[in-house]
């Protein structure tokens, strides 16, 4: 019988005949399917109107401002504790940017469609920026995944506009304004999700993040501030970070470079603290892509120093690792404490299964890699004193865009982006036409998100006024300006 020969003599078989199906692949659907993606998507907005996004409905047990920073500093290093409480402290925005836990706990009382995604937890607008890719090139993305969680898609848009609100009110910019930035981003947000639903999975999938955007997203305005920001990521490298950080050793102290005290931000640690860390280096190398051995081979460990890194994440264990070619040219590799993600608690309220990560490390690595198109080639993750830790290159390239000092006509342009960046991540783990046909084509999503986001930055405003007075007032100890 020849190979295009039927099993029956006579009869051709059919492909779905052929070939059953292969499980971990889609099931086989006559295009036009009444049941597709997008019908399901369009049938979710029986069960959650696209209006009701607009809900703003505090759980009855809300901790007060004070309590939930003091409760989100738990297991941090004490000492760092007052540095985190003034950074929150310097403006509503700030609050924002360290109150991931407290708006998961808010969001609880929010509509979800149930619509599961790999989300970033943390989407606030100063999460996303320039990073270097292998060939030299600069990538915008998302940057930022210490909260990362398989969640509601609508959380993290949810958070995006509400900071952008709380942005421009930053920079003095109109109700109206704000208003309109948070619009536009949700309806890049939609637009996007729509926009990769109708093209094919694999070029869907492989959509770049990258100044292609900014003209996806008609936004103009943010040309200048990109190309100034992509101009000094350019510089923003490991090598320059070790001109300025370390000093020379002489040969009869070993050689080579070392770190160099500037407190609090960084300081040299015990040797057997340094020990540890570069110990870890080891078991790190096996979470890393084979291909990148050769590579890290090439450099050997010269010291260890701590940093205090963020506003979310100040308080938790950071180090930098610096490390030495044969030529003397360094590489700075990031050690950060990958704490649980501040949104786990508060899934299950949603009806989101929570399942422990083997590691808190690989959670956030995992997660990263499948938000982003092109992620930090020597991610891994490690252990240290039994704590998980994260592992990355250090200033890689790596430049951002300050939202709170965008101009007002820059604002919605912001928005655009980072709501087309948001929808791009998301459609990695979540099919994109589900999620577009849910969103629909219409303003009613954007209406309701933007609602939400002027409703939430009020009350994030209250919240920022009620920690400044405990602040004041002694009640919470704070270290301002650091």
Not at 115 to 120: E, F, P, T, V
Not at 166 to 177: F, M, N, Q
Not at 185 to 192: D, E, I, L, N, W
Not at 252 to 280: K, N, Q, W, Y
């Amino acid at each position: 019988m020849g190979e295009n020969q039927a099993a029956v003599p006579g009869q051709r078989s059919t492909g779905s005949e052929r070939i059953p199906h292969v499980p971990g692949f889609a099931a086989r659907t006559a295009t036009g399917a009444t049941d597709s993606p997008k019908q399901q998507g369009k049938r979710l907005r029986e069960r959650v109107p696209r209006s009701a996004h607009k809900e703003l409905s505090l759980p009855a047990d809300r901790p007060d401002a004070v309590r939930a920073v003091e409760e989100s500093s738990r297991d941090r290093v004490p000492e760092l504790a007052p540095i985190r409480v003034g950074r929150m402290a310097a403006s509503p925005f700030a609050f924002l940017r360290g109150a991931a836990g407290l708006m998961a706990h808010d969001l609880t009382g929010s509509p979800v469609t149930g619509i599961a995604a790999q989300i970033c937890g943390d989407a606030h607008a100063a999460n996303f920026g320039l990073y270097g890719d292998a060939r030299g090139g600069l990538v915008i993305d998302l940057n930022d995944f210490d909260e990362t969680v398989v969640g509601p898609w609508e959380w993290d848009l949810k958070r995006l506009a509400t900071s952008l609100v709380l942005a421009g009110r930053e920079v003095g910019a109109s109700e109206e304004t704000c208003r309109a930035a948070a619009f536009d981003t949700a309806g890049a947000y939609r637009r996007t999700m729509r926009l990769l639903a109708r093209l094919p999975a694999l070029d869907a999938w492989n959509a770049i993040a990258d100044e292609e955007l900014v003209s996806h997203t008609d936004a103009r305005d943010l040309i200048g501030t990109l190309e100034r920001v992509s101009e000094k990521a350019r510089n923003n490298t490991s090598a320059r970070f070790a001109a300025k950080a370390t000093e020379t050793v002489t040969p009869e102290e070993g050689g080579g470079r070392r770190f160099v005290d500037a407190p609090p931000v960084l300081r040299r640690v015990p040797d057997t603290e340094a020990a540890e860390v570069a110990a870890s280096l080891g078991p790190y190398l096996e979470t890393v892509s084979e291909d990148r051995l050769p590579l890290l081979a090439r450099y050997a460990v010269h010291d260890v120093a701590f940093r205090v890194v963020g506003t979310g994440s100040v308080g938790t264990r950071s180090y930098v690792v610096l490390l030495l070619d044969h030529r003397g040219e360094a590489l700075v590799l990031q050690v950060k404490e990958a704490r649980p993600s501040a949104l786990l608690p508060h899934l299950p309220a949603v009806g989101f299964t929570v399942d422990d990560p083997a590691h808190e490390g690989r959670r956030v690595v995992l997660g990263q890699k499948r938000m982003q198109v092109v992620s930090d080639i020597l991610l891994g993750w490690t252990t240290v004193r039994g704590r998980p830790f994260q592992v990355r290159q250090f200033r890689n390239r790596k430049g951002s865009v300050d939202p709170a000092a965008l101009t007002p006509d820059q604002l919605d342009d912001y928005g655009r982006m980072t709501g087309a960046l948001l929808a791009r991540a998301h459609a990695h783990s979540a099919d994109p036409r589900l999620i577009a046909g849910y969103c629909g084509k219409n303003e009613e999503l954007d209406e309701a998100i933007t609602a939400f986001a002027v409703a939430y930055a009020d009350r994030t405003t209250a919240d920022h006024a009620e920690l400044v007075t405990a602040v004041n007032d002694g009640r919470i100890a704070a270290e301002l300006g650091v």
